[in-house]
């Protein structure tokens, strides 16, 4: 199992299947931690957009720094295709925080950058959540400023 060469989700053909997708729109990229987080998104059926999967969280004290997510993809991707909104859905959390904030500075010259709102605990991982509570947190979700 591989990555997708366009979002990082798991996939074994080049494009997975939601970048295949041609109904989904790609004005919206929707911008998770991992694959499972990605899927917890799914099982909502409220975000009919693109996704792009980070592989990790900034974490200073685990060494892992902006250089080793999937970052700079991101970037050339919203630059490239003209993206309209970046919807962050990131665990809230210490490490969840620093990664959405890192990410609303470098994007906002680019594009509008949001963030789902905090319908889960602070702390709680998006894979564990029910899909009620990530439809309310998408819905409800803000502008970075």
Known sequence: MGQCRRCFHLSAEELCEI???EERSNGQICVVADSRDLLAMERT???HG???VLGGLISPM???GPELLQIQPLVERVDRDGVTEVILALTPSVEGDTTSLYLARL???FT???RIAYGLPVGGELEYAD???LARAFEGRR???
């Open 62 to 64: 685990d060494g892992v």
């Open 19 to 21: 970048c295949r997708n």
């Open 131 to 133: 899909e009620v509570t």
């Open 107 to 109: 994007l906002k010259p």
């Open 112 to 114: 509008s950058v949001t």
């Open 143 to 145: 502008r970075m400023e």
């Open 50 to 52: 693109a996704y792009h």
């Open 45 to 47: 059926r409220e975000f």
